[in-house]
Structures are given as C-alpha cells and as structure tokens.
C-alpha cells in the first residue's frame, strides 16, 4: 500500500491541476496537511475522479487572520471504501483513520496518523504557547500509547519539528537491551552509519517529537540511503518488536 504525506500549504484549486493529479496517481492514500480549509469548503470539495476523502479543519482563526490556517485532507481510491475509516480526531491537528488488515493482508489493522503543527512563532501558538503546541504533543503521546500494542502504526506531516543532528535512535542500545528493535537493524548495522541531514538546527519541536517517539517504543533509524536519495530531510519510523 502506497502512502504519501504532502503539505499543500494552501489547496485552494490544487485537486484541479495536471500536476497534482500526477502526484496523487501514484498513492492509494494521500494525506495532505495545511489545507487551510474549513467545513463548508470541504463539504462542496469536487474530488478527483476515484478518490473519496476524509477531512479535519480547525474551528477557530485569529481575529485578524484572512483564512483558517491548518487542516488535513486525506484523499484515497474508491476501492478503499469498504476497508477504511476515520479512527480517532479528537485533536484538531491530528487526523487518524484506521485500514483493516484484510485489505493489508496483515494480522493487525493499521492506523495511519497525519499530522500538522504550525512554526513555534506563528500566531496561533503564540496566542498560548502553553497550550497549543504542547497539547497536540500530549494527544499524540496518548493516542501512540493508546494504539501501539493493537495496532500497527504510520506517523506522518508536518511536525514543524528541526532536529539537526540529534541521536535519532537510543544510544548504546544491543541485543541484550529491553528496548530491542527489529534484527534487520543490527543485520544492516545502521545504527552505524552517520546521520545524512541538510538541515543543521534543532528546535522545541524537534525534541518533542524525537522524545515521544523513544517514549512509545518507535525509533528513527539511520535510513541513510533514503535520505540521500530524498535529498532533503527524511524520518523513518519503525515500531520496535
């Protein structure tokens, strides 16, 4: 199953142009974040052809703002219909829908979670830099928690979150450790390898993601290769045994 995560930074008349519909062919589901969509928009949305789609908006904006910011559309094939649904969106910047494992042909369902969090010094976290970034960062933890032992998991979006050259896996861990990865980490030995990220600085964010993922059990392995390829920054997650 074929999954791609996008920020649209804005949809606008996106799901119209040549160039998306190119982008979207070559995924069964697409999680698009930063929509900036609201309720009624997305209720008269004309999707493309064979896709159908499950959304999430903010409630509110800043007085001051022009449009809503935020929002995630998350489009997939028709065929699709039948074998997935919305899990959980009970946190306005996180959208889960759940795939039920006779269409994966797996043991578990999946939750598929996409993401969005605005930049540390946008306006709506500075409204209450409190409250708002860090209760995303709390429902996540829970809902990771929550879901980790029933179901396999896929995180994605845009966390917002820089974490430069920070360990992204446990440091010091081996075979004898309780918190053991799956043996195809320590078969290729890319606990080894070095870090390949154009992306030098770390931030709040990036911590808070990086802390959370070691919390529940996930780590980010050196995918040295894919990040090359990528050119750009690239996270890997993969759930421990």
């Known amino acids: 199953m074929d999954v791609g995560f996008w920020n649209i930074n804005g949809l606008g008349s996106k799901l119209e142009s040549d160039s998306f519909t190119t982008v979207l062919k070559k995924y069964e589901i697409l999680c698009l974040t930063e929509t900036w ?3 009624s928009a997305m209720e008269n949305l004309i999707l493309p052809e064979g896709y159908m789609a499950f959304y999430h ?10 449009r809503n910011s935020g929002g995630i559309l998350i489009l997939y094939k028709k065929h699709m219909n039948k074998f997935i649904r919305i ?18 042909s797996s043991e578990k369902n999946m939750v598929i979670g996409t993401v969005y969090i605005s930049p540390i010094n946008s306006t709506i976290n500075n409204i209450n830099i409190n409250s708002s970034y860090d209760e995303t960062f709390v429902s996540l933890y829970n809902q990771l928690l929550s879901f980790s032992n029933k179901y396999d998991i896929l995180l994605g979006g845009d966390f917002n979150a ?23 980490l320590f078969k290729n030995n890319i606990f080894s390898r070095p870090r390949v990220n154009q992306d030098k600085t770390h931030n709040k964010f990036g911590l ?21 390829l990528l050119g750009k920054i690239y996270i890997y997650w993969e759930k421990r045994l």
């Open 37 to 39: 969509g609201t309720d």
């Open 57 to 66: 908006n903010r409630k509110n904006k800043h007085k001051k703002a022009k």
């Open 87 to 104: 899990k959980n969106k009970e946190e306005e910047n996180i959208l889960w829908v759940e795939i039920d494992k006779s269409y994966l």
């Open 162 to 184: 820089r974490t430069g050259n920070l360990s992204d896996f446990i440091e010091n861990i081996n075979k004898e450790d309780d918190f053991l990865p799956s043996s195809v």
């Open 208 to 228: 808070e993601l990086r802390d959370i993922c070691v919390a529940v059990r996930f780590i980010c392995p050196k995918w040295q290769d894919a990040r090359r």
